[in-house]
């Protein structure tokens, strides 16, 4: 690489590297802990019952949420992908911003409601909030994607730096003894390369998850509609509920096999004012990421569409287990957490390259502009 | 002479790159036990790598 290549390289490492490094230190400490959510995050403790009975009636947690919380709607149910256990939500509307939903929740096998922490407050939800959005919804996503971006550059331009810093040592080599900022360099390098994949994957994959409003956006504005038009709702839809047992075992029935992860009541932004949408998922580690949603008619429960979501959405549901790291049990969590740290390391090391660079011209500057100084002297002598 | 310098240096990291990518698939395809031991494998050599540089 010629000398003037590095010197442009440099600059794109640099500039890319200041513009977004605040962020991804913040988006890297605040992924710790988000690493462990479910560990650390609210974790309802269960009664030791048969697994082999029969499920309790869903129908009556969603009427007992409601009596919990009079003149408050039920827009949503969520089932835990692992565990027996229904989140209700109640919320003022239908549309409400799930950050204000109150959540009561529910064992699935015995209908007993259990004591929980609001999974919308606490240490976890700022974690989250900082990490997903710095609590601005959809524009703070969208900016922190940017800085995604902007990350994703400044790898790409630190692996072509790589070659020319560490053309003469061997791999893996940290030079002690000499300078600080020389030592420093070289384990910016060796940290930085070592982790590179993996960093490169959790930096891509979360600017993909940052899109996911413009994808739910999409699928509402494409896929649902054309679902619900496959069958408009009969006149009695607008009044008349089916019990959401009923609709469930339709659901069940039309799909076998795949497990009931979501359900958007009429009314909310994933469903229509007449149609029930129910999101399931398979039972292998990829199937169960990936959500195919079915739409019932509310006032029958009967199930009027069902297909596979688009190329856009499963590329969001893919990247998510690659940007969280928790599809390998508690093993896999610790090591993403150790190579978090490693590239918070890595970032932090950038800064202080910097910072010692950025001395070293200034102390450069005051030699040069002390010259004329010296120039006088001759002069005088003369 | 080029390609020799261009083996000797990015051999590791390319290797490192790949048993990552190796790693973060293994536990999303397959399904449990021995799969995920060998994603846990594969993601902790480049940690291993990074302890054996900074010990030596």
Redesign the interface.
């Known amino acids: 690489m010629t000398p003037r290549a590095v010197r442009n390289w440099s600059r794109i490492h640099r500039w890319s590297s200041l513009i977004c490094t605040i962020f991804a230190l913040l988006l890297c400490l605040t992924g710790l802990p988000l690493i462990f959510h479910e560990e650390l995050g609210p974790n309802p403790k269960l009664d030791d019952v048969s697994a082999d009975g029969p499920s309790a009636s869903i129908e009556a947690m969603v009427r007992r949420a409601m009596a919990e919380r009079p003149g408050h709607v039920v827009p949503y149910l969520f089932f835990d992908r692992d565990k027996p256990i229904v989140k209700v939500p109640t919320a003022p509307t239908m549309t409400t911003d799930p950050a204000s939903f109150h959540y009561q929740v529910f064992d699935t096998r015995t209908g007993k409601a259990l004591e929980t922490t609001q999974p919308n407050e606490g240490f976890m939800y700022i974690m989250l909030r900082l990490h997903a959005d710095l609590f601005a919804g959809v524009k703070g996503t969208l900016f922190l994607g940017g800085m995604g971006l902007v990350l994703v550059v400044a790898i790409i331009s630190g692996v072509v730096l790589y070659g020319p810093f560490t053309r003469r040592l061997d791999f893996g080599t940290v030079r002690r003894g000499g300078s600080r900022q020389r030592t420093w360099l070289d384990l910016h390098n060796l940290l930085g390369i070592v982790t590179l994949a993996w960093f490169g994957v959790v930096a891509f994959t979360g600017v993909i998850n940052t899109l996911a409003a413009p994808i739910e956006l999409a699928w509402q504005a494409n896929q649902l509609v054309e679902m619900a038009s496959q069958a408009p709702p009969s006149a009695a839809a607008k009044e008349k509920r089916a019990s959401i047992d009923i609709v469930l075992r339709e659901v069940r029935t039309a799909v076998p096999g795949m497990n009931v992860t979501t359900v958007a009541f009429p009314g909310t932004p994933f469903s229509t004012d007449s149609h029930v949408a129910v999101f399931l998922t398979g039972n292998t580690p990829i199937t169960s990421r990936i959500l195919k949603p079915a739409l019932a008619d509310a006032s029958t429960g009967q199930v009027v569409a069902v297909r596979d979501m688009p190329w856009y959405a499963t590329t969001l549901f893919m990247s998510q287990p690659l940007h969280f790291g928790d599809y390998g049990g508690l093993p896999l969590k610790v090591i993403w957490a150790l190579l978090d740290i490693a590239t918070i390391i890595v970032l932090c090391s950038g800064l202080y390259l910097w910072w010692a660079k950025l001395r070293f011209w200034r102390s450069e500057d005051e030699v040069v502009q002390r010259q004329p100084a010296t120039s006088d002297l001759i002069a005088i002598d003369k | 002479m080029i390609l020799r ?1 261009v083996w000797r ?5 390319v290797a ?3 048993l ?2 190796f790693g ?1 698939l293994t ?6 036990g021995v799969w ?1 031991v060998m ?2 494998i594969a ?2 050599i ?2 291993l ?2 302890a ?3 010990a ?1």
């Open positions: 310098t240096q990015w051999r590791w990291p490192l790159a790949v990552t990518v973060l536990a999303l395809v397959g399904e449990g995920w994603s846990w993601l902790a480049p940690l790598v990074i054996w540089a900074t030596k």
